[in-house]
C-alpha cells in the first residue's frame, strides 16, 4: 500500500488500463533512497510532463529519444564529481534510473544504453515493452512480436504482419555482463517489485524489461490489461526469468503451459491470424518460436551456463 | 600547477586542454574526431597524473557526448566536451535540447570539413552548421586565443546560461605549436570562481522537471527566452573581456579592425586566416595601398552593430567565408550584409583544408576572380 504523502509519482494523462503508472510507481517505490529520473521520448514521457504541470515528484529529466543512457550516465557521472568535491550531501546515496519503451529501448537508444553498461555507471534502466512506437500511433519496433498487425506492418492480403521476431533485449543487455538483468510483467507484481529492490541493491547497472499491455493499440479493453499481461507470461510467450552474475534463473514455470492462440486471441492485433486461410500454419509456427525461445531459457538455466 | 604567468610553447589543441586542465571542470564527456583529440588527450593525461580531478565520461558517439553533458550539467556539474565536424553533425539533435535546457556546457570546437566527400581538414562547415541551435559561437585566430577564448566562453556561458563553443581552426591551430602566455592558476579561479549553479537537477529537497514538453501555448515563450538570454550576451561579452583584459593584459573585443580607417577595401574573415590577412595588409599599407581587416571574434551573438560601425565608410567588402552554403548566400557574407545594408562581395575559400597564402589575400584585395584557391 502507497501512502498519499509518500507517492513519487501521480500519473493520469494515461490511456486507460494503461501499466504505465504502476510500472513507474513500481519502480519508484523500491527504494527508500533519494531517486533521480530520466526519460525517454515515449508515452510515459509525454503522459507525465505537459508544461507546466508534472507528474513527477521526484528530479527527473528527459531530453530526446535515443539518449536515455548517455543522460544517465551523465547524471550519475555529475554525482560521483559533486561526491567527491563535497558539493552535494544525502543522507543516503542517490539511485539514478532511466526509463525507455520499446522503440527508445531496442531501436534508437540501444547504442546510448549499450555504452552505459559497458562504462558499468551505477544506475537502473527499465524498459516498459508495449511491442511498438505507441506514441506514434503504433509503428513496429524491434520489440514487436512476429505476427503482430502494426500500422507499418498491417496485415493485409500479402502480409500476416511483422515478418520476423523481436530481438532478444535482455540477452543483448546480459552480453553486457552486468550484474543483474531481469524480465518482469505488470501482471506479476509481487515478482516484479522483488526485481526492482534487487536492482537497486546492485552495484554498478541494473536491468529490467517489463511487459506493458497497451489497450490501445493492441486493441483491447482497459480492464483486460493484467488478464492479458498474465496470459502473456502462462503462454511463455513472455517468460520470466532473472540474469544474475551471467547466470539464468527461471521466476516462474506455468504449472500447465497456455497455449499461444489463449494470449493472441484476446488482442485486435492478432485477430487476422485467426482469419487467414493459413491461420494453423501461422499459429503453428507462432508457437514453435515461443516453445524454442522458452527451452532456450530452461536450457540455459539448467545447464548453468554462463552469458 | 601554474604560480604565475608563463610563456610556453604548445599547440592550440594543447593550449585548449592546458585551459581545461586549469578550469578542472566536473565532468567531460567526450568522443574522440579527428583534429579534436589532442584537446581530450591532454586533459586525459593530467587526469591520469593527478593534476585534474575531472570525472572523464569516454561515450561510444557524439551523441551521447552531449546527452551526457547535458545530464551532467543538468545535475548541477561544471561541464566541457569537445568535437569537431561529424562529430558536431552526429551532436546536431541535442545541442539544442542544451541550449533551451540552459545549461552553460562550453566545447572546444577544431574545426573542420564536413562529409562528403570524407575530409579531416579546416573549414568552418561544422561552426555554420550549428548557428542556430542557440549557443554563443566565439572564434580563436591563434593559439593564444584559443586558450584565453576557453575562459572567457565559461564565464559568459554561466553568465546568461548558454552553452558556448570555442572555435579553432581544425589542424592549423589545434596541431601547430605556437609562443603563448599561460595564466597563473590563482588569476584564473579569480576569474571562473566556483561553479554554483542556481537550480539544478539534484536538489531533493525541491525536485524539478527537466525538458518537459511545450505545447502550442508556451514552447514559443520557451524560445523567445533563448532569444533574450542570446541577446544578453553582447554586453556580457564586452564586461567579461573587459575583466580578462584587466587580468591579463589581453584585450578582446566582439570584432578585431586593422587599419579600416581609411580603407577602400577590407576583408572580413574569421579564425586563423585572419592572421595571414593581418600580414597581407601591412605588406600592401606599406605598398601605399588603402586596404584593411575586419576580424569577426564573436559570431553567436553576431556583432551587427560593432561590423556597421566599423565597415559603414568602406567602399569595398569583401567576405571571406570558409564554407559553402548552397542556393543562397554565403553565411558569414549574409551577417555582414545585414549589417552593412549594402552590397558587397563575397569569396568562399580554403574548403576542406584547402592552404591559402598571401598571394592569394592580394589577388582578393585586388579583386581577381578566378583561382584553384577561392571562389568569387
Given at each position: ?28 517505490n ?71 519503451g ?7 537508444g ?26 506514434t ?9 512476429f ?13 500476416f504482419g ?22 518482469a ?47 502473456g507470461t502462462?503462454t ?56 524454442e ?14 552469458v | ?30 568522443y ?26 569516454q ?6 557526448a ?30 539544442p535540447?542544451?541550449s ?63 552553452p ?167 553565411v ?37 576572380k ?7
Amino acid at each position: 500500500m502507497i501512502k498519499k504523502n509518500k507517492q513519487k509519482i501521480s500519473t493520469s494523462g494515461t490511456c486507460a488500463g494503461c501499466p504505465i503508472g504502476i510500472i513507474a510507481r513500481t519502480v519508484l517505490n523500491g527504494t527508500d533512497n533519494p531517486i533521480a529520473v530520466t526519460n525517454a521520448t515515449g508515452c510515459m514521457e509525454v503522459t507525465t510532463t505537459i508544461y507546466p504541470n508534472t507528474s513527477w515528484k521526484v528530479p527527473y529529466i528527459h531530453s530526446v529519444f535515443g539518449n536515455a543512457g548517455a543522460t544517465v550516465s551523465g547524471m550519475e557521472t555529475a554525482y560521483k564529481a559533486l561526491l567527491k568535491k563535497g558539493k552535494i550531501k544525502t543522507e543516503k546515496p542517490v539511485k539514478f534510473v532511466a526509463f525507455g519503451g520499446d522503440g527508445g529501448t531496442y531501436d534508437i537508444g540501444l547504442q546510448a544504453l549499450s555504452g552505459a553498461l559497458e562504462r558499468k555507471h551505477d544506475f537502473l534502466y527499465v524498459c516498459y515493452d508495449n511491442g511498438a512506437y505507441m506514441n506514434t500511433g503504433n509503428q513496429r519496433s524491434g520489440g514487436t512480436p512476429f505476427g503482430a498487425s502494426t500500422e507499418t506492418t498491417p496485415a493485409g492480403k500479402e502480409s500476416f504482419g511483422k515478418e520476423v521476431i523481436r530481438k532478444d533485449l535482455a540477452t543483448i543487455v546480459a552480453g553486457h555482463h552486468i550484474d543483474y538483468v531481469a524480465t518482469a510483467n505488470v501482471g506479476f507484481i509481487d515478482d516484479f517489485q522483488a526485481k526492482v529492490k534487487k536492482a537497486f541493491e546492485t552495484k554498478g547497472p541494473s536491468f529490467i524489461l517489463v511487459f506493458s499491455p497497451c489497450p490501445n493499440q493492441w486493441q483491447h479493453s482497459p480492464k483486460k490489461t493484467i488478464e492479458i499481461a498474465k496470459l502473456g507470461t502462462k503462454t511463455c510467450f513472455w517468460p520470466l526469468y532473472e540474469v544474475i552474475n551471467g547466470k539464468y534463473k527461471i521466476s516462474y514455470r506455468p504449472k500447465s503451459r497456455l497455449k499461444i492462440e489463449e494470449f493472441m486471441q484476446t488482442q485486435g492485433r492478432f485477430k487476422h491470424i485467426f482469419k487467414s486461410k493459413n491461420k494453423e500454419a501461422l499459429i503453428k509456427d507462432i508457437q514453435g518460436k515461443v516453445d524454442e525461445e522458452w527451452e532456450r531459457v530452461e536450457d540455459l538455466e539448467e545447464t548453468g551456463a554462463k552469458v | 600547477m601554474i604560480n604565475k604567468n608563463k610563456k610556453v610553447a604548445l599547440t592550440g589543441g594543447f593550449a585548449v586542454g592546458e585551459a581545461m586542465t586549469q578550469i578542472n571542470p566536473d565532468v567531460m564527456a567526450v568522443y574522440p574526431i579527428t583534429p579534436q583529440t589532442p584537446i581530450v588527450e591532454y586533459l586525459a593525461r593530467k587526469v591520469a597524473n593527478g593534476k585534474a580531478d575531472t570525472e572523464m565520461i569516454q561515450v561510444e558517439s557524439e551523441h551521447s557526448a552531449m546527452s551526457a553533458c547535458i545530464g551532467a550539467s543538468a545535475s548541477g556539474a561544471r561541464t566541457m566536451t569537445a568535437s569537431a565536424s561529424q562529430g558536431i553533425m552526429y551532436m546536431m539533435e541535442v545541442l539544442p535540447v542544451a541550449s533551451a535546457m540552459r545549461l552553460p556546457i562550453v566545447m572546444a570546437v577544431a574545426n573542420r570539413a564536413i562529409s562528403g566527400p570524407l575530409n579531416i581538414h579546416c573549414d568552418h562547415s561544422d561552426a555554420m552548421a550549428m548557428r542556430d541551435t542557440g549557443w554563443i559561437q566565439i572564434f580563436s585566430e591563434n593559439a593564444q586565443e584559443a586558450y584565453d577564448n576557453t575562459f572567457i566562453a565559461l564565464k559568459l556561458a554561466e553568465k546568461v546560461l548558454l552553452p558556448a563553443t570555442v572555435n579553432l581552426d581544425g589542424f592549423i591551430l589545434s596541431h601547430s605549436v605556437e609562443n603563448l602566455e599561460l595564466l597563473a592558476d590563482g588569476l584564473i579561479y579569480k576569474f571562473i570562481g566556483e561553479y554554483q549553479p542556481e537550480q539544478h537537477l539534484l536538489d531533493f529537497e525541491k525536485p524539478k522537471t527537466f525538458g518537459a514538453i511545450a505545447l502550442p501555448d508556451s514552447y514559443f515563450e520557451f524560445r523567445k527566452q533563448i532569444y533574450d538570454a542570446m541577446e544578453k550576451a553582447r554586453a556580457e561579452f564586452n564586461e567579461i573581456t573587459k575583466e580578462f583584459g584587466e587580468l591579463s593584459g589581453r584585450k578582446y573585443e566582439q570584432i578585431e579592425a586593422c587599419e579600416t580607417e581609411n580603407a577602400e577595401t577590407v576583408i572580413v574573415a574569421m579564425g586563423s586566416t585572419c592572421g595571414t590577412i593581418a600580414s597581407v595588409v601591412d605588406k600592401m599599407r606599406a605598398e601605399g595601398k588603402k586596404v584593411g581587416l575586419l576580424k569577426i571574434r564573436l559570431f553567436r551573438p553576431f556583432p551587427y552593430g560593432e561590423v556597421q560601425k566599423a565597415l559603414k565608410r568602406i567602399k569595398r567588402v569583401v567576405v571571406m567565408d570558409r564554407n559553402m552554403t548552397f542556393g543562397s548566400q554565403q553565411v558569414l557574407a549574409s551577417e555582414v550584409q545585414k549589417a552593412l545594408g549594402a552590397e558587397l562581395e563575397s569569396v568562399i575559400y580554403g574548403l576542406g583544408g584547402r592552404d591559402i597564402y598571401e598571394r592569394q589575400i592580394e589577388e582578393i584585395f585586388e579583386g581577381k576572380k578566378d583561382s584553384p584557391y577561392f571562389l568569387m
